[in-house]
């Protein structure tokens, strides 16, 4: 498994710091739900009003915080 000898720093492996950061900067972006980074099954997760939610991607994580993205204005893709 992924980074299991590696030292913990605050709790948490420092080969997942940029999991971990990606998953805060997404939750200061999103209040009404928690989100975090699980180690053990190296997926995000989502806790909202409807419930828990595993994200394996960071693709996924995305849709299961905004599922319907607004296109903006000038922009193609």
Known sequence: ???VKLPMLG???CEFAKE???AA????DNPQLVLWFGEA??????????GL???QTLGRLLLLVDPAPA???GTSR
């Not at 099954?41 to 409807?50: K, L, M, N, P």
């Open 41 to 50: 099954t190296q997926s995000y997760w989502v806790a909202s009003a409807e």
């Open 53 to 55: 939610r595993e994200a």
């Open 71 to 73: 296109i903006r204005a």
């Open 11 to 13: 709790g948490q492996r």
């Open 20 to 22: 971990h950061r990606i």
């Open 25 to 28: 900067e997404i939750q200061a």
């Open 1 to 3: 498994m992924r980074a």
